[in-house]
Nanobody, 131 residues
Framework: QGQLVESGGGTVQPGESLRLSCAAD????????MAWFRQAPGKEREGVAS????????YVADSVKGRFTISQDNAKNTIYLQMNSLKPGDTAMYYCAAGNLAPARTRCSGGDWDSGDFGDWGQGTQVTVSS
């Protein structure tokens, strides 16, 4: 199983920003799709954003569109989730995941996936938004 390590979570006030990082081992980073999920207590895991290794095309869920951005740094085998204008409803454990989808670019950048499509997962990083 691949290694994914998230970091960057914390407690912030509404309106503030955080940037999450997910560092992958080289084999895991070679997956054709990497994504961020989140899960709040008592709720189902929700896909937030994904990025395809083919052309670095991205998908962002409607629930966070305009506030969250996903990006990657190939030199560091790392993907990021920039979260701006955070709201209390964004409070959750955030997970990084990697998988190989087919067709890769269409499904990954189109958001045509769910948690079952990803075989490698990080341990999660907690984000709490509270005044």
């Amino acid at each position: 199983q691949g290694q994914l390590v998230e970091s960057g979570g914390g407690t912030v006030q509404p309106g503030e920003s955080l940037r999450l990082s997910c560092a992958a081992d080289v084999n895991t980073y070679a997956s054709n799709c990497m994504a961020w999920f989140r899960q709040a207590p008592g709720k189902e895991r929700e896909g937030v954003a994904s990025i395809s290794s083919i052309g670095a095309t991205t998908y962002v869920a409607d629930s966070v569109k305009g506030r969250f951005t996903i990006s990657q740094d190939n030199a560091k085998n790392t993907i990021y989730l920039q979260m701006n204008s955070l709201k209390p409803g964004d409070t959750a454990m955030y997970y990084c995941a990697a998988g190989n989808l087919a067709p890769a670019r269409t499904r990954c950048s189109g958001g045509d996936w769910d948690s079952g499509d990803f075989g490698d997962w990080g341990q999660g990083t907690q984000v709490t938004v509270s005044s």
